[in-house]
């Protein structure tokens, strides 16, 4: 809002010099400058005095007017998160920057309205990495939107990233760097350079919120955390609002298991655990969608091989980690280290102590392929027998290798019905591979080693990313096969405590009717009380011909696009690299052909059902 000659009792020079004093001021120098002003008004009783003050006042005036303008103290962070990581991360960093008196825009990447993206001043970025390299869900319109004809230039932006991935996987971080490098070649400027997280992202993560606001601070020329930061951290509530409790990631609780059953039938080829785990005394609540992890012990007869390998002594004292903490080394190895999966970080780590020169080979960039071959379903034992001779003491081994990470897992039971409890379905993982049995970690011991009785550090990890919808009416399409089936579970406990007369629609898959049909009875059961509407399930061994749940969809595809069309949620959970392809697939052929579109059309559909939130899946 600009002053005028015409209607205010200001001369032409006032006006000027108030037009350009008024747009610089923070809300803290206005109510200041509010303050002094009436100072003015009851102190100023001569024309001396009046003299004085104006004079004061324009000296402090005139340095701002003759400044350039400061850099705008505001920010937006933009998250393409899967499971909730990415997302809690950037709210962490909104509050901080809010606490430093920024004005902060909060987005989901599908959420962000990108012809804003030219007036931005200062862009941060918070994404994981998914599956083979591939953007979350949420990040895939922003993704494709940085890559097309449609970006626009951007100097003048200044940005940094934070790129969440796991370092056994190929493509480590790829998202992250992709957003990263986009940025630069669109003429931005990196404000502090990106940061790539393991699976244990937390101190590389609060290294980057320092970086940035240290950084920002000197880029805005910081002065004010006053009045106006106060009114931020009111607001940043509602950006971190997670379950209060003492027992979290980094401080996990230790859960009595109150049960475990093998949902399998007498005769089946696998085994699946339903555990149920106490809450009570933790404080800790969820939602159905949200999941548990499990910090999981290594199988003790690894660890004694691996131990017998390089004989070394179980007892031997080691330092692990940063801090420094001393344990022995048996101890260690079946804790606190990941011995399972091998990855390039940890034999290029390993390759300096080895006497065996096809480790160097293995190494070499040009030989990739041949390094994907081997560190599939090899271990560390693996490792030290293929390559040796070794030049490594227990010490130098701990250095090497990476903190054992948690395993994650849907929850299968709804809060409301299960208070102070809370249920798992996990499938156990074991096969011969390279001469030797392997075992999942967390798996094989729930399976195998874990009774009613004992306990198992856990945290709740929420997933804001895979929620019923708000209004119970609305009707939900579930599509889990296997394990797949656990988080629908809860949404139908969670449904029938509500009383919600929503319409629910499961696929449901595996392989043999008699033995692998997890939690049939509560389908059943849910089916003849009328919470569940309808149930379609394939077995893809029962029959010579196989029958997988996207089969079953596309069958159904008139009835499927009609709920739709009524304005169904569709969620999708179980395994990322075949199954949700397949449904995703199936899922566009059903849109084309009952909705009369063509292939861009239909596709453009389904990604509206994202941006929706009508479309959310939780796979891995």
Not at 169 to 195: H, M, N, Q, S, W
Not at 411 to 418: D, L, V
Not at 516 to 538: C, H, I, P
Request: glycine share 6%; charged share 25%.
């Amino acid at each position: 809002m600009q002053l005028k000659v015409t209607n205010s009792p200001f001369t032409e020079g006032q006006v000027e010099l108030l037009n350009k004093l008024l747009p610089t001021l923070t809300e803290a120098q206005i109510h200041w400058l509010g303050g002094y002003l009436t100072f003015y008004r009851t102190g100023a009783e001569t024309a001396a005095s009046v003299e004085v003050v104006t004079t004061a006042l324009l000296e402090q005036v005139a340095p701002v007017i003759a400044s350039e303008p400061a850099a705008p103290r505001e920010a937006t962070i933009l998250f393409g998160s899967q499971t909730g990581n990415s997302q809690r991360l950037s709210g962490r960093l909104a509050a901080k920057l809010k606490e430093q008196g920024y004005e902060v825009t909060l987005s989901a990447m599908n959420a962000y309205k990108t012809n804003g993206l030219k007036k931005t001043a200062h862009l941060f970025i918070v994404a994981s990495t998914h599956g083979e390299g591939d953007p979350p869900d949420n990040a895939i319109p922003f993704y494709e939107f940085l890559y097309s004809k449609r970006a626009p230039k951007l100097e003048g932006l200044k940005f940094s990233v934070l790129a969440l991935g796991d370092t056994s996987y190929e493509f480590f971080c790829k998202t992250g760097i992709d957003f990263d490098e986009r940025l630069e070649e669109l003429g931005a400027e990196r404000l502090v350079p990106r940061v790539d997280c393991d699976l244990d992202f937390e101190a590389p993560a609060t290294g980057w919120f320092g970086a940035v606001i240290d950084a920002l601070n000197a880029a805005t020329a910081t002065g004010n955390t006053g009045a106006a930061a106060s009114t931020a951290v009111s607001s940043a509530a509602s950006i971190t609002s997670e379950d209060e409790s003492q027992y979290s990631r980094s401080n996990p609780f230790r859960s009595e298991v109150l049960t475990t059953i093998n949902l399998n039938g007498r005769g089946a080829d696998r085994e699946t655990r339903h555990l149920e785990l106490s809450l009570e005394g933790s404080g800790l609540s969820y939602e159905p969608g949200d999941c548990v992890g499990i910090f999981p012990e290594n199988d003790p007869s690894l660890v004694d091989s691996i131990i017998a390998e390089m004989d070394w002594s179980p007892n031997e004292i080691v330092i692990q980690g940063k801090d420094g903490d001393e344990g022995e080394l048996r101890s260690v190895l079946l804790r606190q280290l990941e011995i399972t999966v091998l990855s390039r970080p940890v034999l290029e780590k390993a390759l300096p102590y080895s006497e065996n020169n096809k480790l160097a080979v293995l190494t070499l960039p040009e030989k990739k392929d041949e390094l994907r071959a081997y560190t599939n379903g090899r271990d560390l034992l693996d490792l030290l027998q293929d390559f040796a001779p070794w030049n490594l003491n227990a010490v130098e081994l701990v250095s090497i290798l990476r903190k054992l990470p948690p395993r994650l897992y849907s929850i299968a039971s709804s809060n409301k019905a299960n208070p102070e409890e809370v249920h798992l379905t996990i499938r156990k993982v074991q096969y011969e591979a390279h001469g030797r049995k392997r075992n999942g970690v967390c798996s094989v011991q729930t399976s195998e080693r874990l009774e009613a009785g004992d306990t198992l550090p856990i945290f709740i990890q929420q997933n804001p990313n895979f929620k019923l919808p708000l209004n119970s009416e609305t009707p939900i399409i579930m599509v889990g096969p296997g394990t797949g089936v656990a988080p629908f579970r809860a949404f139908m406990e969670e449904r029938e405590e509500l009383g919600s007369e929503g319409k629910s629609w499961l696929f449901y898959g595996d392989r043999y009717f008699v033995t692998d049909f997890l939690y049939q009875t509560d389908w059943q059961r849910m089916l003849n009380d009328g919470v569940l509407t309808k149930l379609d399930v394939a077995f893809s061994r029962d029959k010579k011909e196989k029958v997988y749940v996207q089969n079953r969809m596309l069958e159904n595809a008139a009835e499927l696009y009609k709920w739709l069309q009524e304005g169904a949620h569709l969620y999708v959970c179980g395994d990322e690299k075949h199954m949700a392809h397949d449904v995703h697939a199936a899922l566009l052929t059903i849109v084309e052909q009952q909705g009369g579109l063509d292939p861009e059309s239909a596709k453009a559909y389904v990604a509206d059902l994202q941006a929706q939130q009508r479309y959310q899946r939780d796979v891995y």
